[in-house]
């Protein structure tokens, strides 16, 4: 009788041996669940900051975004006065419109739709004739670094300065492209008389 007693308390033990082999006291319970290390242990999410690259320069305002061109030089557009230009070094004052076909710059110079306006974030764009019409552009070429370039819209009165020029051809639409800078471009059929080129004198809105 007592060695039953003793065959039985000797698989009990063995029992209790392999059921504790299969967890090691050392083995830390697993995250989520209990254990025998305790209750679960919770691990907060990092917050979204923790991922963001410390360097990356947080983005900006929207950029204007110029119109293209049709085409059709008279293709169907409202005509649009906008303002006023005025560039004393070669002593032209004149309206100016807002549009990109000849319905408004054949009325002087006209803002290329969706460019900066003046004094605005981005680049002002304006075209406007050399050699028909008023021939409000005629003497652009005549501008140098640091002559100055007013416009007028509304009751908003902007001053830019020339930085500089260049001859592109009539295709290089890359003229109005936008910055988050403070400039302008004037442009204008080139040489006097012919449409072979464009003629663009640079600016830089005046603290």
């Known amino acids: 009788m007592l060695s039953h007693v003793r065959c039985r308390s000797i698989v009990a033990v063995a029992v209790l041996c392999l059921a504790g082999a299969c967890v090691s006291p050392t083995t830390p319970a697993t995250v989520g669940s209990a254990g025998p290390q305790g209750p679960a242990v919770l691990i907060p999410a990092r917050p979204p900051s ?3 690259d410390p ?3 947080p983005p900006g305002p929207p950029l204007p975004s110029p119109i293209v061109i049709p085409a059709n030089d008279y293709a169907p557009e409202p005509v649009v006065e906008l303002g006023s230009i005025e560039i004393p070094a070669i002593g032209l004052k004149h309206r100016t419109f807002q549009g990109v076909t000849l319905h408004n710059i054949d009325g002087g110079p006209s803002h290329w739709t969706g ?3 003046p004094g605005e974030m981005g680049n002002t764009v304006f075209a ?3 050699a028909t019409h008023s021939q409000p552009f005629r ?3 005549a501008l140098v670094p640091g002559d100055k370039v007013i416009f007028t819209v509304g009751t908003a009165r902007s ?3 020339v930085t500089g020029h260049m001859v592109v051809r009539p295709a290089d639409s890359w003229i109005a492209d936008q910055t988050s ?3 302008g ?3 204008a059929c080139h040489p006097v008389g012919s449409t072979a080129e464009r003629y663009v004198v640079r600016l830089e809105l005046v603290p």
Do not use: Q
Request: no cysteine.
């Open 185 to 187: 471009t004037l442009y």
């Open 181 to 183: 800078a403070y400039t």
């Open 55 to 57: 360097t990356a320069v």
């Open 128 to 130: 406007g004739h050399r």
């Open 159 to 161: 001053t830019y300065r």
């Open 139 to 141: 003497r652009i070429d």
């Open 50 to 52: 923790l991922y963001a």
């Open 115 to 117: 460019s900066a306006l």
